[in-house]
């Protein structure tokens, strides 16, 4: 009676430590799936930082350039070379016309019935 006892005792912890092992199993696939995600959100995200510096940098570049710099000098404190001239423009005139909105006019209801009618 011992003898089959402890076969099903055996058994039953076999069994036991089986069915342990797939969940735990599981639960490490789901991390490892779960990581794998949030890895290619990360690099997603380097990418486009990454881009955005090297965009930063182009600006960065050209904004500290030669011609950057005086033509800053030239706009905002209208400096000039020696023998050369600066001629300002009236801002008004050379701004477009502003266009008016046609107002409509209202005539009476016989006007609009003569319209319909002849």
Do not use: C
Request: zero cysteines.
């Amino acid at each position: 009676m011992k003898k089959i006892l402890s076969n099903q005792v055996v058994l039953l912890g076999f069994a036991l430590f089986i069915t342990l092992t797939i969940l735990s199993m599981r639960q490490n696939n789901h991390k490892i799936i779960n990581q794998d995600q949030n890895l290619l959100q990360i690099d997603q995200k380097n990418k486009e930082l990454r881009q955005e510096i090297a965009n930063l940098e182009g600006k960065i570049t050209t904004a500290t350039s030669d011609f950057a710099k005086e033509k800053r000098l030239r706009d905002e404190l209208l400096l000039q070379k020696p023998g050369e001239y600066v001629v300002l423009l009236d801002e008004t005139a050379t701004a477009e016309p502003v266009a008016t909105i046609p107002q409509v006019v209202e005539k009476s209801i016989w006007q609009q019935w003569r319209e319909v009618l002849w």
